[in-house]
């Protein structure tokens, strides 16, 4: 048999897929600074925060 695979997916293996990436993806992180960001998907945004920023800003004058 020349094609072993499907040239599409069907909408179970879409949604099973998904489904996979979504509990792969979807764990809550703890920061140091207190707030929690989602694995992949807000940490950018999480690093940008006000919370974020004032607790870096904070650990760099203790450092100095």
Not at 2 to 21: L, M
Not at 40 to 58: E, I, V
């Amino acid at each position: 048999c020349v094609n072993e695979r499907r040239a599409y997916s069907s909408k179970e293996d879409k949604n099973e897929h998904r489904e996979n990436y979504e509990k792969k993806n979807n764990i809550p992180i703890k920061c140091d600074c207190g707030g929690t960001y989602l694995k992949l998907k807000n940490k950018n945004r999480h690093m940008r925060t006000k919370k974020h920023m004032n607790y870096l800003s904070k650990k760099d004058t203790e450092n100095i």
